[in-house]
């Protein structure tokens, strides 16, 4: 009789196994990637950039 309560108790404290998550691999490389593109973005539109209007756009006498 102790022999099956000693198992049982075993039994109880041993930790389920977790199988891997195959979704959550995919949301932890999208996420890399997102950050991989945002972080590329900033280096090529860095804080000094600045947008001016086409030549077009600019009148062609500016002086008059």
Do not use: K
Request: charged residues 15%; glycine residues 8%.
């Amino acid at each position: 009789m102790a022999d099956i309560r000693i198992d049982r108790a075993r039994l109880l404290l041993t930790p389920p196994v977790r199988r891997a998550n195959p979704w959550a691999a995919l949301g932890a490389a999208a996420l890399a990637a997102t950050a991989a593109v945002m972080m590329a973005g900033i280096m090529v539109l860095g804080p000094g950039v600045r947008f001016e209007e086409p030549s077009a756009a600019q009148p062609a006498f500016p002086n008059g």
